[in-house]
């Protein structure tokens, strides 16, 4: 998938070693809710395609994230969910714990789904 | 009590989403300047966005209003974000019955983890604002609807004032 390059919102998909890493800066807002959304399903497409163990999501330089986005990262963790037990990959957050909000938020994300997902706070 | 004695700010908004992470900027730096404490004021700014975009997303004719008042009560401070607009009968009915809900549920947290588990799949709108600013924001949330769908949403809390807090009222 090629970068997501607004005004608003940056995004960048890469291979790394047995997975992907997926960097989001600047606002998730109104303004990028259909683009974060097509985002993780591409991302999700690619992990599973390419039978990948873990997903890094780094939001180290991620501003904010309204309730729609954080939604689609709610639907792509259910459709990990979803998934037969042998085909589940691991969803790891790189969190920065300047920015208040991403420890709660996250924290919601750990309980719906506390099997697949890892929070780990690290400051750029 | 006086009313409003930490500060206020009202704004008035037509149909422009791209201001809404701008006016979270500025009523961040307001929280942090009048309660200097930067978890509150993350919880406070985000409740602010939830409440201000969706007062701006469902309005029926783009105009939506946003007051923030800050008061002291002894040596806590109440704060008050009102958002209104002219909503459809529909999205008034839906806010309605989600706050019922949402204010039915002893545990804001367990309810908001319900609620993410009930719309994980959902299509239209996340169905998640007004559960996170419940949880995650720790504020009261209320909906009052009036003539001419005119809809205001307010959600509130006490904080405790903090010594830097107190010595900015002088208090200290």
Redesign the interface.
Known sequence: MPPIQSA?LKAVVEAIDRGLLVRLVG?A???VTDTVEQLLTSVHQQATAGQVSEVRVDLRDLE?M???C??SF??W??QVQELPESGQYRIRFMSNPKI??QR??LN?LS??AAHLVTIEAAAN | MAECDLGFCELSFQQR??L??VV?RFVSDFYDRTLCD??VS??L??AT??LL?NA??YSRDGKAKLRIEVSSRGSNAHILVRTRNRATAEDAEYVQNTIQEMRGSPDP?LY??DV??R????TH?????LA?IH??AEMKVSVTCGKGGTMTVIAETDVELNEAALSVRGVA
């Open positions: 608003e606002t807002d109104l303004r904010f309204n309730s729609s954080f939604k709610v639907t963790i259910s208040l909000w709660r938020s919601a309980c719906f | 989403p791209e809404v992470s979270r930067p978890d993350s919880r700014a985000l966005h939830e975009e701006v997303k947290n908001y983890l993410i588990r719309n994980a799949r959902r709108g996340s169905g998640l604002g996170r949880a995650e």
